[in-house]
């Protein structure tokens, strides 16, 4: 008999001869005196091999225990269940259980009827007879019955096992086969998709005209002069509103009065020096006018970049493979161009509304100085003559402050200048954003497909061959799995068919030897008298056991070898069709 | 170029150049020349009502055009009126104008605040010149601005001091009164004193009188003693030091 992996049974199971009765001879060995029993352990099966569990268990009631196998976190123990799980022992747990207790009848009836027949003095010590006792010929007969029905069970079960393996076996077949069906088919997609793509790129070799456009005026020197240019324009145009709106700290401002008074000298720089220390000294302003300012910019090279696109792409002027494409950058651009419009708006009406009011917060800060001023003054009234220190103090806080005076005083002259000039400033601040615009107008390049980039649908196409391949994936593994099974079932059945739970028959005819002697001791017993003393005991019991029926083995199942035969075609399909499709997800980079 | 970059860019390129251009400009002016020597002008103000109108006008003319046309950044200025400048603080004023950032190099913010300083100082002449007070003075005390001013002379570290007396050189206090007849103190009185350690220490300090007269014997007598006795205090005065009417604040100097 040929295994799954090629090898005979006899190799794999050299101990056990194939033919039934030489097993019956081979695996038990009766003699008058010593029975050699051969222990049933199929290789590889766990189930009969594993450890037993030699904890004592604890006495309890059956309650608790049913009540701990209820709740979820005793599980019961894994080792158990794998223990039972197909073996031999599993088929014949039960019958065994039902053998020990049908012999614990016979045993029970066995004493009840030597009680009774020692209770009436029979039989009588003194004569003997010729034939058996009638109440040993039934205790004979029970157990005759008893040992048939163990054996029928026994021989019962293993078949119903045998015929449900060989049932999940054909189970298990047809999934490897609707397993190997879908990966032809799979297959088969996948290929039409190839071909597709195959197709698709040779009509893009056709369609492959360049779409996009290059700047106007190429040159980054171009660019980055004006954008420099523009920012340093514009900043110098907005930094004196923030310096106005944003007042410095005292001594801030002191400082910064000193240094731009440190900065006026016959230099040539000096104009240039002033302005530079009064900036970097209005730190606060200096940033937010920077960042407003290239905001600005921004916003405007934005809106000059994003109106070449809408202007230059044309979805009409495009072919049709690249009609996708110019519609998504159109909108992605005329979403900036949008975003742009109103960030352009919200900042030049920023600083419009701040322009049109810096003269009143100017003159606010004249004002403040003023009464400042009036307050010093009114108190240096009240310094007592000889109080010279007071009064020098007081002499230089009058000096400052009409200092700072003069400085706001200025600032609001400045600031009402700025306000005066509120609209030309506007239009001043509107074209250069204007130019910011024509900058980003003139200098943006759009390169929507260099001819070099490949059929939209292919993009798809990738996408549905990956999905494809990822279904094939599941269905190896579905189909490997179902193949494993169907493995292990035709060896489970193998197993059951050259196994032998019914080579035990001795053990349990030992078991039913005993029932008769059994009778015959406690009679003796509960008469007083030795059992040898009673003549009617003088012959061996007539127990006579249907030993032939349990050293027969089981039939092979009727379909089992035409199901192994279809299982290797089967698996031999699968092996082909796994090799043939393209499972791995790169391989749909290389389409 | 992406429009991240292109704003990057441009930061940094506005920034490092506003930057730059600020601290270049602000930078030094090559190797700094040495420190000039500055002054400490102790001023000792005789307000008494043995003065006339015209001599404390000369006084006032003089201590302005001291504070305009002598004093420079680093340089002390103190104010004693020559009464009760010994026993209270409300009747003297010291302050200094603030030396200059860059040694030897005044800078438009060191002249800034020498103008504040002369100004402030213009102010508190004009208010220890007030004539409302003036009237209400009748004692003065050389004895005890001598010492006070002394005792300033010590603390000018590194400044020249140079005592400039704006008064008559009459001492009229309750212990002695040199109007009157006898109230000259001899030389011994000097000698005395000397040699008991009580004059007060005024060497290395330039002593000038303004506003005492010479004319008559019992003026030479004062300039004598005056001499004699600071002198004997470790300085100098010279004749030519000790004048009437001094027209100019820079004929001031030892």
Not at chain 1, 467 to 482: F, K, W
Not at chain 2, 122 to 150: E, K, L, W
Request: charged share 25%; with cysteine.
């Amino acid at each position: 008999m040929e295994t799954n992996n090629g090898g005979s049974q006899r190799e794999l199971d050299h101990t056990r001869p194939r033919n039934p009765a030489d097993e019956a001879l081979s695996r038990t060995t009766a003699t008058n005196t010593t029975r050699r029993i051969e222990l049933e352990v199929p290789l590889g099966s766990f189930a009969e091999v594993a450890p037993v569990d030699f904890r004592v268990r604890k006495t309890g009631s059956r309650l608790r225990d049913a009540l701990k196998r209820l709740l979820p976190w005793n599980k019961p123990a894994s080792v158990d269940d794998a223990t039972d799980a197909g073996g031999i022992h599993e088929i014949t747990k039960a019958t065994d259980s039902w053998f020990d207790r049908e012999v614990a009848i016979l045993e029970r009836d066995a004493r009840s009827l030597a009680a009774d027949w020692a209770g009436k003095g029979l039989p009588r010590h003194d004569v003997a007879r010729s034939a058996p006792l009638e109440v040993e010929q039934f205790l004979a007969g029970r157990c005759a019955e008893t040992f048939r029905q163990w054996v029928d069970r026994v021989r019962v079960k293993m078949r119903d096992r045998i015929a449900r393996e060989a049932q999940s076996i054909g189970g298990y077949v047809g999934e490897l086969r609707a397993s190997t069906t879908r990966i032809e088919r799979l297959e088969s997609e996948i290929a039409g998709i190839d071909r597709r793509v195959q197709e698709l790129r040779a009509e893009t070799k056709e369609d492959a005209a360049r779409v996009g456009f290059e700047p106007i005026f190429p040159s980054w020197l171009f660019f980055w002069f004006f954008a420099i240019a523009l920012t340093i324009v514009e900043f110098f145009a907005n930094f004196p509103v923030f310096r106005l709106l944003l007042p410095m700290k005292p001594a801030l401002a002191k400082a910064a009065e000193d240094a731009a008074q440190d900065a006026v000298s016959a230099d040539w720089w000096a104009g240039l020096a002033l302005q530079m220390k009064e900036i970097v000294l209005h730190a606060d302003a200096l940033f937010v006018a920077l960042i407003a300012v290239l905001f600005l910019i921004l916003f405007g090279k934005t809106i000059g970049g994003s109106g070449r696109v809408l202007v230059a792409l044309k979805t009409a002027d495009q072919p049709l493979a690249a009609t996708t494409t110019v519609r998504s950058h159109r909108r992605q651009h005329l979403a900036a161009l949008i975003g742009s419009l109103i960030g352009v708006s919200a900042v030049l009406t920023f600083l419009y509304l701040s322009r049109g009011s810096i003269a009143s917060v100017a003159a606010a800060r004249v004002s403040a100085d003023s009464l400042e001023l009036r307050r010093l003054k009114s108190e240096a009234q009240l310094i007592p003559p000889g109080d010279l220190g007071a009064m020098a103090r007081s002499a230089a806080a009058i000096r400052d402050e009409m200092r700072t005076l003069e400085i706001h005083r200025d600032d609001r002259a400045y600031a009402t200048t700025v306000q005066n000039n509120n609209t030309p400033l506007f239009f001043l601040n509107l074209g250069l954003v204007f130019g910011a615009a024509v900058l980003g107008f003139l200098t943006y390049r759009q390169i929507v497909r260099d001819g070099k980039t490949e059929h939209p649908a292919i993009v798809q196409l990738r996408a549905d061959r990956r999905s494809l391949q990822a279904h094939a994936q599941s269905a190896v593994r579905a189909g490997r799995a179902a193949e494993s099974q169907a493995r292990a079932g035709i060896g489970r059945v193998e197993h059951l068919m050259t196994a032998s739970p019914l080579a035990e028959w001795v053990a349990k005819a030992d078991r039913l030897d005993v029932v008769i002697p059994l009778f015959r001791g406690e009679n003796a017993r509960l008469r007083h008298i030795d059992p040898a003393s009673i003549l009617a005991f003088a012959e061996k019991p007539a127990l006579s056991l249907p030993t032939l029926e349990a050293e027969r083995g089981f039939p092979e199942p009727t379909d089992f070898a035409r199901l192994k035969e279809e299982f290797d075609v089967t698996r031999r399909d699968f092996g082909a069709a796994v090799a043939r499709i393209p499972i791995n997800s790169s391989d749909a980079n290389s389409i | 170029m992406g429009a991240m970059t292109w704003t990057r860019l441009a930061l940094s390129i506005a920034s490092s150049g506003l930057v730059s251009s600020a601290l270049a400009c602000g930078g030094s002016a090559g190797a700094k020349p040495p420190s000039p020597a500055t002054n400490q002008f102790i001023v000792g103000i005789d307000l008494s009502a043995s003065r006339s109108v015209e001599a404390l006008r000369d006084s006032r003319r003089l201590l302005d055009d001291l504070v305009e046309s002598r004093l420079h950044n680093g340089d002390e200025l103190v104010l004693l009126e020559m009464y009760g400048s010994s026993d209270t603080g409300d009747h003297q004023w010291i302050d200094s104008v603030p030396r200059a950032r860059t040694p030897g190099v005044l800078t438009p913010t060191d002249r800034r605040r020498l103008d504040d300083f002369k100004a402030v100082a213009h102010q508190i002449v004009g208010a220890m010149f007030d004539p409302n007070r003036v009237r209400r003075i009748d004692n003065t005390d050389v004895f005890a601005t001598i010492s006070r001013a002394a005792d300033y002379a010590k603390a000018a570290r590194d400044r020249r001091p140079t005592l400039i007396l704006l008064s008559d050189m009459e001492n009229s206090t309750g212990e002695m009164r040199m109007e009157r007849s006898g109230g000259i103190p001899s030389p011994e009185w000097i000698e005395v004193r000397r040699t008991a350690n009580r004059l007060p220490d005024m060497h290395g300090v330039c002593v000038l009188v303004a506003g005492a007269a010479s004319k008559t014997q019992r003026e030479a007598m004062i300039r004598d003693f005056w001499v004699r006795y600071l002198a004997a205090a470790g300085t100098t005065l010279a004749a030519t030091n000790y004048r009437a009417f001094v027209p100019d604040a820079m004929e001031l100097r030892c």
